[in-house]
């Protein structure tokens, strides 16, 4: 399989809440892993790619949560669980939150550095 990421993908666990515009419902979700432009969140729902939704990340370190507009980029259920792995695409996110996000990525990158 083709390797189609143009930013590294640095493991997380934290939580965040998803706002799905299509139904206006809400789901908790964990994000899993997340770059420069998208996550990988888990959620208990199906969802057609290109799904819009708005996600709210609690970021470890951070007593603010950062906000993300996204969208559904490719989803599927591993065969031992029941939940469904997301990947999201940012599509809108503001500087400050931007900043945020970028600052977690970066130390994350340094634990992954250091671990070599």
Do not use: H
Not at 9 to 35: G, P, Y
Not at 38 to 64: C, F, H, W, Y
């Amino acid at each position: 399989m083709t390797e189609r990421r143009k930013f590294l993908r640095f493991e997380a666990a934290f939580s965040a809440i998803c706002d799905i515009l299509s139904d206006k419902s809400r789901a908790s979700s964990k994000v899993k892993n997340i770059s420069k432009e998208g996550a990988l969140i888990i959620l208990d729902r199906k969802l057609d790619q290109g799904t819009e939704l708005n996600l709210s990340m609690e970021v470890p370190g951070d007593n603010v949560p950062v906000f993300a507009a996204c969208e559904v980029a490719w989803q599927r259920r591993p065969a031992t669980g029941t939940a469904f792995e997301t990947g999201v695409r940012f599509t809108k996110i503001n500087g400050a939150d931007k900043g945020r996000l970028l600052e977690y990525i970066y130390l994350q990158w340094l634990r992954f550095l250091d671990k070599k």
